[in-house]
């Protein structure tokens, strides 16, 4: 493994556990339906932050373009659990943010 990767790597693995923390707790609000776009993007985010550490991991040569991906989906995750008072959105926005700069770090390098 390209051992440029393994900061990266990390926080995409720790993003992808606040986004399953996040994701549980919300289909468990009394409104879950209000929380549709937060679990969404919970899905979404978790997905893309396990496939870009698996392509790093792998040192692929689309590591960087998935990374990219990635800080989007962050972002946007990011920007919708902000919406939402609840503690485990905000520490998710919060990873969700962390894991965007990350990676972007990681592509511009």
């Not at 008072?85 to 990350?102: F, I, L, V």
């Amino acid at each position: 493994m390209n051992s440029v990767y393994q900061s990266c790597i990390e926080y995409c693995q720790r993003c992808a556990e606040a986004c399953e923390q996040c994701l549980a707790a919300c289909v468990k609000e009394e409104d879950v339906n209000m929380m549709a776009k937060c679990i969404s993007l919970d899905l979404e985010c978790i997905s893309v932050c396990r496939a870009a550490a698996h392509l790093m991991v792998l040192d692929s040569n689309h590591a960087n373009a998935m990374c990219q991906v990635c800080a989007d989906v962050c972002t946007a995750c990011a920007e919708e659990c902000e919406r939402h008072d609840m503690d485990h959105c905000q520490k998710c926005a919060a990873m969700c943010r962390d894991c965007a700069a990350e990676c972007m770090t990681m592509t511009a390098a």
